[in-house]
């Protein structure tokens, strides 16, 4: 049994984008599977890390037609999809996209800003899950992890409340984040990867289930070894035909920026460098999805009238988009081969679980911005816009100085000779926010609001920043898009003074003098990060193509209403009613 996590609020609780824009197609003259009755009675949320929306639009010309060889052409036959779906929140990072979809709940509500954050208590940055009062299950050491950082329930535990603790709940992921924020507290476990063996957290449980532990012994990891991962179709199929190889791309030890990419065969390359080349290729998703059926059989997972839920996290196309970016050959290809591994994964459901006893749904935690360097060979680098940039900040400890000398000047500290001078006004300075020393004598009352403005001011005189906005403006709110975003990103326990917004098409990155421009990465409310897929098939699901924008969020109310059962506690949203097939309970 999971440690008790509720809180007195929490317990209350408990009681009581286009996709394929382009096309002229319909859902088809396949009819769907006709559904069991009553409910399905296994629920698999599949999130792939970094799929934008782009990609099912750009790519869709390549995706079969049979759907015993692409899920997403069977989604559109058999399916339920929205093509305008795009996470609410400013930043767009992985914690807070996977704590979004089955919380129903923003980071705002749910707690969960970031991956990381500073914690002015400590005086230290913070991961997202990590928990020194558990131990990892799995390896002799390794690093703690928990949902206590959730500050909502999911489903899962919803599921888990409604069924007295029978139904079953899980999550698997490479990330630990992924697998965590997902299953949520009262899950029977969640598994994910370090050192390249499968491992959960005494939060859960004391011990490994023996059917990973196979897996580990075994080192099944190493089945990847000497493997050639090369382009799935012909080279001139493909859509990103830019260079192959440039030197803008992040490759992991021992792969080159083109194609193939030879995995390391035994006695080449340390475990963890191996590791790492599994992880930035189509064999992670492999990886994962081996697990995942493990757990399936293993668990029985929807065998009986108890319905479960099992959440999954491709987290390999992720590492392969940050390393790579939008715009290339590799990351076209993921999504090729993730179609396809999807495939499989539902002929594997429909062959163990059963036709019409399950329902998938699948999204993404964020997008992705395009490699600034090379999109700036297109239109975006004219000189009457503000174009693509790489840490457009620069030092962001200069930067942090430059802001201590202007609060100095206007509170009247003399940094050679104050009392008060050895004190930091400043506690830290993130790519998107600022930690202002609320204890400092020199910021009481009135004074931590003028040092907030004068902050937002500097900032928002960068040629980089399209907004800055302030603890206090936050609290108080407003109409404007941007500041409703940033509103759904805000915590005022956990989140910043000053929270600020880069351009579109410039992202933070290394201060380092000498750091290479290498990859991209993900944060932004723009576009490109917020837009990404929704797609749901399987019992329940009523195929067709839905126009509405909508949330990943409205997830979790949906499959609530699926199940059964209550809603979780902090869910904001509206389920996908449209979607949904009447079922006989709600």
């Not at 050192?195 to 012994?217: A, C």
């Not at 990891?221 to 799935?232: N, V």
């Not at 699901?541 to 839905?546: D, L, N, S």
Request: glycine content about 8%; overall charge negative; aromatic content about 8%.
């Amino acid at each position: 049994m999971p440690t008790p996590f509720l809180t007195r609020s929490l317990a209350t609780a408990f009681a009581t984008c286009c996709l394929f824009a382009t096309l002229h197609l319909t859902t088809g003259s396949a009819a769907a599977e006709t559904p069991a009755a009553g409910q399905p009675r296994l629920i698999v949320v599949v999130s792939i890390d970094q799929l934008c929306q782009d990609y099912l639009i750009r790519f869709q010309d390549n995706f079969p037609t049979n759907p015993k060889e692409s899920f997403f052409g069977n989604v559109l036959r058999n399916g339920a999809w929205f093509p305008n779906c795009h996470h609410a929140h400013a930043f767009t990072f992985t914690a807070p996209g996977h704590a979004v979809q089955l919380t129903g709940a923003h980071p705002a509500t749910h707690g969960v800003i970031g991956n990381d954050w500073f914690d002015p208590q400590s005086g230290k940055s913070r991961y997202c899950v990590s928990d020194p009062t558990v131990t990892v299950i799995g390896i002799p050491s390794g690093k703690p992890m928990s949902p206590r950082v959730l500050l909502v329930d999911t489903v899962g535990d919803c599921l888990k409340l409604a069924t007295q603790g029978k139904a079953k709940v899980m999550g698997v992921a490479i990330k630990d984040r992924a697998a965590i924020l997902m299953a949520g507290h009262r899950a029977d476990a969640a598994y994910w990867l370090e050192k390249n063996q499968w491992v959960t957290s005494s939060y859960y449980r004391n011990d490994l289930p023996g059917y990973l532990r196979n897996l580990n012994e075994g080192n099944a990891i190493d089945q990847f070894r000497g493997k050639t991962w090369d382009l799935l179709l012909p080279r001139e199929r493909y859509h990103n035909q830019g260079p192959d190889d440039n030197e803008f791309e992040n490759p992991p030890v021992g792969f080159s920026a083109a194609f193939p990419h030879q995995l390391a065969s035994a006695g080449e390359l340390t475990a963890d460098q191996f590791g790492d080349q599994v992880l930035f290729s189509p064999y992670g998703n492999d990886f994962t999805l081996l697990a995942a059926r493990e757990i399936i059989r293993n668990e029985a997972l929807g065998a009986d009238d108890i319905p479960d839920l099992l959440a999954i996290n491709f987290s390999s196309n992720d590492y392969v988009g940050h390393a790579f970016g939008p715009m290339s050959f590799e990351v076209e290809d993921m999504t090729y081969r993730t179609d396809r591994q999807l495939a499989e994964f539902t002929q594997y459901l429909d062959e163990t679980v059963g036709v019409g006893r399950w329902t998938m749904a699948v999204t993404a935690d964020h997008g992705v911005a395009p490699i600034p360097e090379l999109i700036a060979t297109h239109a975006l680098s004219g000189s009457q816009v503000t174009g693509p940039k790489r840490n457009p900040l620069g030092d962001l400890k200069t930067v942090r100085d430059k802001l201590t000398l202007l609060l100095q000047q206007e509170f009247g500290i003399d940094a050679s000779g104050s009392d008060d001078a050895g004190q930091k006004l400043i506690l830290e300075l993130e790519s998107n926010q600022v930690y202002l020393n609320r204890e400092h004598p020199r910021l009481r009352g009135q004074a931590l609001a003028t040092a907030r403005r004068i902050i937002r001011d500097w900032l928002i005189a960068q040629p980089y920043v399209a907004t800055a906005v302030t603890h206090d403006e936050l609290l108080v709110g407003g109409d404007s898009r941007l500041l409703r975003q940033l509103g759904l990103s805000f915590n005022p326990n956990r989140s910043g003074d000053v929270l600020f917004v880069y351009t579109p098409y410039a992202i933070p990155g290394s201060s380092s003098a000498n750091a290479k421009p290498r990859g991209t990465t993900h944060g932004s409310p723009w576009h490109y990060d917020t837009h990404v897929p929704l797609l749901l098939i399987g019992n329940g699901m009523a195929p067709g193509r839905y126009d509405r924008q909508v949330s990943p969020a409205q997830l979790a109310p949906t499959l609530s209403r699926i199940l059964g059962i209550n809603h979780p506690g902090g869910c904001v949203e509206e389920a996908l009613h449209e979607a949904l097939i009447p079922v006989a309970k709600f």
